[in-house]
């Protein structure tokens, strides 16, 4: 019998049906590489959804589960393993706190996204971070600081800032950070 003294830690998640292709990757490569480099156990419900990710440590679910719901709201799993190192974060904002109706959701997710994509290029560029815009969420990854810029951008515009002014704005705090170094 085995004497090592373990606990495991597990911790339970939904995903989008739809998204679970990604998530398990060609031959279930993204799945196998997740648990290699997270050190953790993933398994998959694909008909229900469900992801259930277990390991002996308790940070390496957690970042596990950061990487999986970052997947799970439409980052590709390459920019979702940016999370894997310590100075990166996810930021998840929800559209449905500044709409009324879903009308307005659709017209505020519109303004993230920009003509043919152009807004959501345009903020990505400023502030060096990834964007997906996914069902009623826009998710931000990226150096810590960075996604903080980008989130404050985000909700200036879900609030009905103009873009012009949001991206001066964005133009002002990256001026600033350079005076400041």
């Known amino acids: 019998m085995n004497s090592r003294n373990f606990k495991m830690y597990s911790h339970s998640l939904k995903i989008p049906k739809e998204r679970i292709p990604i998530l398990i990757g060609k031959k279930g490569e993204t799945k196998k590489y997740i648990e290699g480099q997270v050190k953790i156990k993933l398994a998959v419900d694909s008909k229900e959804g469900d992801v259930v990710i277990s390991g002996e440590d308790s940070v390496n679910v957690f970042i596990a589960s950061l990487v999986i719901r970052a997947i799970a709201r439409g980052f ?10 310590e100075e990166y974060s996810f930021e998840l904002i929800n559209v449905s706190d500044y709409a009324k ?4 959701l659709i017209r505020l997710k519109g303004r993230v996204i920009g003509g043919e994509g152009k807004s959501k290029k345009q903020l990505e560029q400023l502030t060096h971070t990834d964007i997906a815009v996914y069902g009623k969420t826009v998710g931000i ?3 810590i600081e ?3 810029l980008a989130k404050q951008a985000v909700e200036r ?3 009905g800032s103009r873009h012009g002014n949001v991206y001066a704005w964005l133009e002002k705090q990256k001026k600033e950070v350079r005076e400041e170094n």
């Open 76 to 85: 590709n799993p390459v920019v979702a393993l940016n999370l894997l190192g």
């Open 101 to 104: 109706t879903k009308n307005s």
């Open 141 to 143: 990854i990226g150096l």
């Open 146 to 148: 960075n996604v903080m």
């Open 157 to 159: 515009l879900l609030q």
